[in-house]
């Protein structure tokens, strides 16, 4: 299933949310991505997006809230990967998720201290000045249980608008676009045949002709290496990460194993790689 988007008209109907409420709400698709209603962020959040390895953390988030999504209705309050709380909700086409609802950031009202302490705590990987990021997670806005079960009453009722409206909409996927997407979300997971035919509802023979089409006539988990491969040669390249946390962050927790496949697929090591494509870098810089 593909979905729709009206974003002129949910820019628009969160745009207004922002200026009668101060606190801004969002639309992620179905698999926890982000559709770029926005392109700012609180100054908190854009410190951390502004580094690769802080917009990776944070897509990765993302994409664990909608995974993990279990109430009964309405939103589910939580703390993102830093502690900033946010909520998140599904907008259902009968019982499938088109898109999920969310709103934040923002701090609730349990003392102050206590909440950057828990965020100070998360920010070991963290390069930059920890007394900047102090100052801009104080410029987060603070709301009271009250205030946050209204806004949440007021967003679900906004839900029902959404759908009536039609600003966001299902169409079909083909069962290449599935695989395509699927391994766009959840490459950096534990993967194999049987776990991504059960989950894509496709049969094992099918995936493998998918997976040479994909692939240009090779097996699936080639076709899974490339996708692990492709974000490991963006981390290496941009971020300072050792290159055996960019072998975990992608998905290969062993490091010899991690460095045989990158091999394989493109020739080289990853520290040759990292090594190669910073001073290509820096003689076009």
Excluded at 157 to 164: K, M, P, V
Excluded at 172 to 196: C, F, G, P, R, V
Aim: hydrophobic share 35%; charged share 25%.
């Amino acid at each position: 299933m593909n979905t729709l988007f009206d974003e002129k008209q949910l820019l628009q109907l969160m745009t207004n949310l922002y200026i009668l409420t101060g606190m801004r709400a969002n639309i992620l698709d179905p698999y926890g991505q982000d559709i770029r209603l926005f392109k700012d962020h609180p100054p908190f959040c854009r410190a951390i997006n502004e580094l690769p390895e802080g917009h990776e953390r944070c897509v990765a988030c993302d994409m664990r809230k909608v995974k993990k999504y279990n109430a009964d209705k309405g939103f589910q309050f939580y703390r993102c990967h830093l502690g900033i709380c946010e909520a998140v909700m599904p907008l259902y086409d009968k019982s499938h998720p088109l898109a999920y609802l969310i709103f934040g950031c923002f701090l609730d009202d349990s003392p102050i201290e206590d909440q950057w302490a828990n965020t100070e705590s998360l920010l070991d990987w963290y390069p930059g000045s920890i007394d900047d990021l102090h100052y801009d997670f104080l410029q987060f806005r603070r709301y009271s249980q009250k205030e946050l079960q209204a806004y949440a009453e007021t967003l679900e009722a906004l839900s029902a608008y959404i759908q009536l409206k039609g600003m966001i909409l299902s169409t079909e996927q083909t069962d290449l676009q599935k695989l395509e997407l699927y391994l766009e979300q959840h490459y950096m997971e534990k993967l194999s045949l049987a776990s991504i035919s059960k989950e894509l509802h496709i049969g094992r023979t099918k995936l493998c002709t998918l997976a040479k089409e994909l692939s240009g006539g090779h097996t699936l988990s080639y076709l899974i290496a490339q996708r692990r491969i492709a974000a490991a040669k963006g981390l290496l390249v941009q971020s300072g990460m050792p290159i055996s946390a960019v072998g975990e962050a992608v998905g290969i927790s062993d490091y010899n194993y991690f460095s045989k496949i990158f091999r394989t697929v493109t020739g080289t090591t990853p520290s040759a790689f990292r090594k190669h494509s910073r001073a290509s870098l820096e003689s076009h810089g």
